[in-house]
């Protein structure tokens, strides 16, 4: 513990107060010890304290005793509901790696729980806000690895539902039917189509300026992107089921990395498993509704059918989709 002692951020006035709030010897949480560190955050006019507070929490996630970090966890939740303002813009990314070791089970069961639920919340309430993107990006990895997580209680998702900017309210109809739900996961498989035709494209590609195909192909999966937010804003709010939600979740990372190598022109392969990913593999299996709209509709709003698409790589203009998901989006013109 002597190191720990030695570090500024745990030395310093705030500091003090997060190694009383977390000690190990606490049988119950310190209230009165949380209220003093958020009013110190709060009242700082500088931000000091709230980059203080983040960088020893880090510290403090990174003890082995698990009710020292238990406490740490419930401070970390409890800065982050009074304080979010001044304290989420100052975490980074190994504030939120330490939360992910304990939700993959490092420090025990029971704080890998609560983890898990701190983690869900933050990307939900901060989905959609690229300045706060590392929120949603922890959640959406680990949930591509597999990771659980617990459903969302619908308190939490009707809260975020009604934060400033959010479009859940107007983007997300009642529950989809069985026929909604196969079209989906056909539309799902089609996005995983053009990712792979993009990425094959990558490396020989001079790149969207030169290459009127891959820009055509980067503009249809920048429109997906847009979507699948929505999508994932549906999953919140318990639309999807747990299996099309996580498959929403990764399909989106492989959507992210795909357009980041685009936009760094990177050449050598991406680094992750979409190779070997088959998202027509445990896809839903309802019985469909007669087929007279099937390949025409356009769950994802990209302005394409799976029939469209499979003809032809790449959108054309938007069209209004007779069955809707969420709502279509504008074409991008590239």
Known sequence: MASLFGSSELNSPIGARIRAATDAMQLTVDW?????????????????????????????????????????LLLSESIMKNCSKKFAPLVDKSFMDELSLIAKGSKGSKNADDSRRIIQLWGVQFAGKPNLSIFNDTYVSLRSQGISFPPLPTPIAAEAANQPGS?????????????????????????????????????????????????????????????????????????????????????????????????????????????????????????KAPSTSSDDVDLLGVGMSASQISDNPVPPPAVKSPIKLIAPPPHKQT
């Open 167 to 287: 479009q859940r309210k107007d983007s997300v109809r009642n529950s989809p039917n069985a026929a909604e739900f196969d079209k989906l996961n056909e539309d799902l498989a089609v996005v995983c189509d053009q990712i792979k035709l993009c990425r094959e494209m990558l490396p020989e590609s001079p790149g969207i300026e030169h290459d009127e195909i891959l820009s055509e192909v980067i503009g249809y999966l920048e429109a997906c992107k847009d979507r699948m937010m929505e999508l994932i804003e549906a999953g919140t709010q318990g639309l999807l089921g747990e299996s099309l939600f996580a498959k929403v979740l990764l399909i989106t990372e492989y959507v992210n990395r795909t357009l980041d190598a685009e936009r760094v022109a990177q050449k050598e392969p991406i680094n992750d498993d979409f190779n070997s990913y088959n998202p027509r593999q445990g896809a839903a299996t309802q019985t």
């Open 32 to 72: 009165a010890t949380f209220m003093d560190i958020i009013d110190m955050i709060n009242q700082d006019q500088t931000d000091n304290n709230a980059q203080l507070a983040s960088r020893a929490l880090v510290k403090r996630f990174q003890e082995t005793e698990q009710n020292l970090v238990n406490l740490s």
